[in-house]
């Protein structure tokens, strides 16, 4: 059975940082991409940032590109996501999934082509 389990957030400053951990289990990854996703009261859920499992290419949404960096750990089977320079605008509740290249193929932004899904972790950015 596959969990996907978020942990790291909480409330930080505008201008602060924090780094979000998935630790992923019950399959080897190596055929998929490993995403972060964030929801805001009222709004959809929007890509945030993938990494292929394999071989590490990176995929950003153009409003974290220079702020934020995913990262994966495979003796870990984590992923990370750090983020700096914290607006309030990105306060979220952030969602780690995961995708076969295969299933998602170019639209890896595309929240409906996921399989698996963690339970989400709060990020609060007080301005």
């Known amino acids: 059975q596959v969990r996907l389990v978020e942990s790291g957030g909480g409330l930080v400053q505008a201008g602060g940082s924090l780094r979000l951990s998935c630790a992923a289990s019950g399959r080897t990854f190596s055929a998929y991409a490993m995403s972060w996703f964030r929801q805001a009261p009222g709004k959809e859920r929007e890509f945030v940032a993938a990494v292929s499992w394999s071989d590490g290419n990176t995929y950003y949404a153009d409003s974290v590109k220079g702020r934020f960096t995913i990262s994966r750990d495979n003796a870990k089977n984590t992923v990370y996501l750090q983020m700096n320079s914290l607006k309030s605008e990105d306060t979220a509740l952030y969602y780690c999934?995961?995708?076969?290249?295969?299933?998602?193929?170019?639209?890896?932004?595309?929240?409906?082509?996921?399989?698996?899904w963690g339970q989400g972790t709060q990020v609060t950015v007080s301005s």
């Open positions: 999934a995961a995708v076969r290249w295969v299933v998602a193929g170019p639209i890896i932004h595309s929240p409906r082509v996921y399989e698996y």
